[in-house]
């Protein structure tokens, strides 16, 4: 029961949900292996996975942002087209689905009533759904055909952060299985690169009081932030914006690097703050370019970068993980970063004003 769930030594919730993420990572690893060390997953789910010819992730929050970091592992690893959408905006632009689609539903709670609604309706329509959610008992897995279990321990600060790297991890382990099962061969062992994550999530969850004093810096009194980000960082920039904006009421948002060009850079002044991260070899040299331009336009400009990518001046440097996985360790930072803005500007962080854990209306 949630309200067993005790905080211990820690202020809040949050904080010790952030902390709780390699423990998660490795029971995570633990629950999808089995003794000969193969991927233990649901044959059923295997084949429903195999059967697809186009999968739907539907979610709501960060779990769509975790839904988009799993969007590349499904078609970058087991090659099935991949699309994600947002719970509540489905079924006004229902997209043509496509002979064998399978819905993949990605929900903390399993209760919320966007996500729900649009699993009424496909499966009135004949369709399979498989719900990855925290809560195995929860509405949106027993109404789906198959579950994947996230074990990640109860959730009880309303800003998700152990559920979104628990769905990532899920994800990367149902992608993997995917595509052994559709005879793929990968030069990319799950288990093997989520023990690496752990031990990273864990050198950086160490670093408290650097984030502490990053924050300081960059976040002390300003009223907005930007995140940015090319290829899978600009995913991750859409979640730092939003664990920032749920917690320290900063107005905050994700871009694309390449889009800032295309409006957003008309809003940064002298001292705006500008996250952005840097975990992927291939956009390197192309986010830097973009930090350069804000800074030229006078933004308190900071770069997160992965070891191996870094440059003198960034701001903190990632320990190395598998570039497929960064969001998992990218993410840790950010979600340090909005709690302690939320802390130094007195807000209530585990119970932020306006937002519940799990909606359950529409
Ligand atoms: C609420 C919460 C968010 C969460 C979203 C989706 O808005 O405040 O933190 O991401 O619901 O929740 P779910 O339980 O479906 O993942």
Redesign the pocket.
Known sequence: DASDIEKGTYPHFMLKEIDEQPIVMRKIMKEYQNDNNDLKLDATIRQAMKAADRIYII?????YHAGLVGKEFIEKLAKIPVEVHVASEFSYNMPLLSEKPLFVFI??????AD?RAVLVKIKEMGHPALTITNVPGSTLSREADYTLHLHAGPEIA???TK?YTAQIAVLAILAVDTARAKGIELDFDPMQELAIVANAMEVLTAQKETIEQITRNYLATTRNAFFIGRSTDFNVSLEGALKLKEISYIQAEGFAGGELKHGTIALIEKGTPVIALATQENVNYSIRGNVQEVVARGANAMVISMKGLEQDDDAFVLPQVHELLTPLVSVVPLQLLAYYAALHRDCDVDKPRN?????TVE
Not at 59 to 63: E, I, R, V, W
Not at 355 to 359: E, P, T, W
Request: glycine content about 10%.
């Open positions: 979610a709501a929050g960060t779990s929900s903390q709670s399993g209760e919320t996500s309303v800003a998700s559920a937002l519940a854990k799990s909606v």
